[in-house]
């Protein structure tokens, strides 16, 4: 038996031709289901295109058995029922002849097809999981809304170092430990966070409390006795002071020159722009938070123990405290930034030393002084 695999034949080629019927029964109508359609080699079914084939009487792919004339030329099972010759070469047909080598073809070029499918499906859910995932700690999200807010808070961004003079750069949850090594910088105990209750009156009818916390801490640094007679004297006090919510902030007190500059900075990364954003997965070093303010604080020079004594003769300049407010920014941008912008508390040592508490001349003293910030 001789097998024969056809292509595709115009339609003008079977205009004409009768349906073989003994009886002269009406010919079968014939309506082509995409005149578009171009003839392609038979190496095409492996080719993991789709089935290029079709029978020549409805146009339709073959899908299932495929019959045949003495001379090779195919029908698909629901037109070759309803013929006795065949409409290519007219031969009235012997039996109901198969062409399972092509069936056979077919059928596994439709399983490459859809496991062709598959691949591309799962390609394409990796491609959609990775634009969800961040690209600094792998971690997935459900969309990219909640990946962007992520990046704004990820520790694995890449920072840095605020001191000057240092070259330092690294993800932002190894800083601290830099700063702790390199720079001496001090952890403080966790403190706690006091909670204030302000009253809006906007609407009369009900009043509403909107609740602000307030970060206090009382910080102390210990000078030298020889520290005025020390012209080239420099002397850096950091620290980390934590709270109960989870809350840092750095305090950089610093004596040189005869001045004394005290800043405080908000242990948090700086928001990302939408062009930033973008750039997330090409770069991990992005913005120092310049022009970001995350609140604002003030700082207060007192003397331990002195507050009913002021309540009492607040017109005494010298037991008033010297209090210096200030925006609070980002522990990432570099800690000279308040002084080129004229942001920064610096006091002369003439001024500050009327809040120390020194025993005598020969002793070293200390200066106290207060900070308490509110976050916008």
């Given at each position: 038996l001789q097998v024969v695999v056809m292509s595709k034949r115009s339609r003008t080629d079977f205009?004409?031709?009768?349906?073989?019927?003994?009886?002269?029964?009406?010919?079968i109508k014939r309506?082509?289901?995409?005149?578009?359609?171009?003839?392609?080699?038979?190496?095409?079914?492996?080719s993991g295109g789709g089935s290029?084939?079709?029978?020549?009487?409805?146009?339709?792919?073959?899908?299932g058995a495929i019959y045949q004339c003495q001379e090779g030329h195919l029908l698909c099972d629901k037109c070759r029922p309803?013929?006795?010759?065949?409409?290519?070469?007219?031969?009235?047909f012997d039996g109901m002849i198969r062409n399972r080598i092509l069936e056979q073809i077919l059928c596994?070029?439709?399983?490459?097809?859809?496991?062709?499918?598959?691949?591309?499906?799962s390609a394409q859910n990796e491609i959609s999981k990775r634009k969800k995932s961040c690209c600094l700690c792998s971690q997935s999200f459900k969309s990219l809304n909640a990946l962007n807010s992520h990046y704004d808070i990820c520790e694995n961004r890449i920072v840095q170092c605020p001191f000057n003079d240092c070259s330092w750069n690294d993800s932002f949850r190894k800083w601290s430990k830099h700063a702790k090594d390199e720079h001496h910088t001090c952890i403080g105990s966790i403190q706690s966070v006091s909670i204030i209750n302000n009253r809006n009156n906007k609407n009369k009818n009900k009043k509403k409390k909107r609740i602000r916390k307030q970060y206090?801490?009382?910080?102390?640094?210990?000078?030298p006795k020889d520290t005025f007679s020390r012209g080239s004297a420099d002397f850096v006090w950091p620290k980390i002071v934590r709270y109960d919510d989870e809350t840092e902030f750095f305090v950089l007190s610093r004596y040189n020159a005869g001045f004394i500059t005290v800043l405080v900075r908000l242990m948090k990364l700086p928001k990302l722009t939408e062009n930033e954003l973008k750039k997330m997965n090409k770069t991990l070093k992005i913005n120092n938070g310049e022009g970001q303010i995350w609140g604002n604080y003030w700082i207060e020079f007192r003397i331990k123990g002195d507050g009913d004594k002021i309540l009492k003769d607040a017109n005494d300049l010298n037991l008033v405290p010297l209090r210096w407010p200030s925006n609070l920014y980002g522990v990432t941008l570099p800690f000279n930034y308040e002084k080129?912008?004229?942001?920064?508390?610096?006091?002369?040592?003439?001024?500050?030393?009327?809040?120390?508490?020194?025993?005598?001349?020969?002793?070293?003293?200390i200066l106290r002084f207060q900070f308490a910030a509110h976050l916008s």
């Amino acid at each position: 038996l001789q097998v024969v695999v056809m292509s595709k034949r115009s339609r003008t080629d079977f205009e004409g031709l009768s349906s073989g019927k003994a009886d002269g029964s009406r010919q079968i109508k014939r309506v082509r289901k995409d005149e578009n359609k171009k003839s392609v080699m038979t190496s095409s079914i492996t080719s993991g295109g789709g089935s290029e084939f079709e029978c020549p009487v409805c146009y339709e792919d073959f899908n299932g058995a495929i019959y045949q004339c003495q001379e090779g030329h195919l029908l698909c099972d629901k037109c070759r029922p309803n013929l006795d010759n065949c409409p290519s070469c007219r031969i009235p047909f012997d039996g109901m002849i198969r062409n399972r080598i092509l069936e056979q073809i077919l059928c596994q070029n439709n399983k490459n097809i859809k496991n062709n499918k598959k691949c591309v499906e799962s390609a394409q859910n990796e491609i959609s999981k990775r634009k969800k995932s961040c690209c600094l700690c792998s971690q997935s999200f459900k969309s990219l809304n909640a990946l962007n807010s992520h990046y704004d808070i990820c520790e694995n961004r890449i920072v840095q170092c605020p001191f000057n003079d240092c070259s330092w750069n690294d993800s932002f949850r190894k800083w601290s430990k830099h700063a702790k090594d390199e720079h001496h910088t001090c952890i403080g105990s966790i403190q706690s966070v006091s909670i204030i209750n302000n009253r809006n009156n906007k609407n009369k009818n009900k009043k509403k409390k909107r609740i602000r916390k307030q970060y206090v801490f009382n910080h102390a640094i210990k000078f030298p006795k020889d520290t005025f007679s020390r012209g080239s004297a420099d002397f850096v006090w950091p620290k980390i002071v934590r709270y109960d919510d989870e809350t840092e902030f750095f305090v950089l007190s610093r004596y040189n020159a005869g001045f004394i500059t005290v800043l405080v900075r908000l242990m948090k990364l700086p928001k990302l722009t939408e062009n930033e954003l973008k750039k997330m997965n090409k770069t991990l070093k992005i913005n120092n938070g310049e022009g970001q303010i995350w609140g604002n604080y003030w700082i207060e020079f007192r003397i331990k123990g002195d507050g009913d004594k002021i309540l009492k003769d607040a017109n005494d300049l010298n037991l008033v405290p010297l209090r210096w407010p200030s925006n609070l920014y980002g522990v990432t941008l570099p800690f000279n930034y308040e002084k080129k912008h004229h942001e920064s508390l610096k006091v002369h040592h003439k001024i500050f030393t009327r809040y120390w508490m020194q025993e005598n001349v020969e002793s070293s003293a200390i200066l106290r002084f207060q900070f308490a910030a509110h976050l916008s």
